[in-house]
């Protein structure tokens, strides 16, 4: 379809106005992220970011905490990638990254880089746990899911777990912490 600009419908869509611009400093990690790269995934999202560019977008709150995508810019800071554009939506429409100039050769690579690095994180077991305990997460995992995650009686199956001198601590004692992140608000002692 064309308009009276001669744009065609989805550039007329488009609009020239500025966006806010951020850095990847001015992120957050989720310290509640249930989910886990491994080594080969984190390099894989580097090499592909590398190769080819962002090309997805990430989800963030008001406070700059990465809901979505934290593996996304692990990988980005370590490809050198420092730049966020901020797009600001309540859920009611989707973000679209279009990417121009790749070659077809690279738009295969990037389609299957993308959806291969998710196939090769993992999942931790003890945050899946954790937010089981104080969030409805049955939408995304059913009980056989978390069982096979978690294993029987609550017992954490990740490899964490199997590491020699590894102990699992009583969750009491996490009441209190001696210091906080000023970035991410993570609490700690020591």
């Not at 406070?63 to 934290?70: E, K, T």
């Not at 901020?86 to 880089?113: C, N, S, Y």
């Amino acid at each position: 379809m064309r308009f009276p600009n001669g744009r065609n419908g989805l550039d007329f869509l488009l609009t020239t106005e500025a966006r806010p611009l951020a850095t990847l400093k001015d992120l957050k990690p989720d310290p509640r992220n249930a989910r886990k790269r491994t080594d080969r995934s984190a390099s894989l999202i580097q090499e592909s970011l590398q190769r080819f560019g962002a090309a997805r977008s990430i989800v963030i709150d008001e406070d700059g905490r990465i809901l979505a995508g934290n593996g996304t810019v692990e990988g980005a800071k370590a490809a050198g990638i420092s730049k966020v554009r901020i797009i600001e939506t309540e859920g009611d429409e989707i973000v679209a990254v279009r990417r121009t100039g790749l070659t077809e050769e690279q738009k295969i690579g990037l389609a299957l880089a993308d959806n291969r690095t998710s196939d090769l994180s993992e999942w931790d077991g003890l945050m899946l746990q954790q937010l089981s305990e104080t969030h409805d997460i049955a939408p995304w995992f059913e009980a056989e899911d978390l069982a096979a995650l978690i294993g029987e009686e609550g017992e954490v199956t990740t490899a964490a777990k199997e590491h020699e001198g590894a102990k699992e601590l009583d969750p009491e004692s996490f009441s209190e912490f001696d210091h906080t992140c000023p970035r991410c608000g993570f609490e700690f002692d020591g």
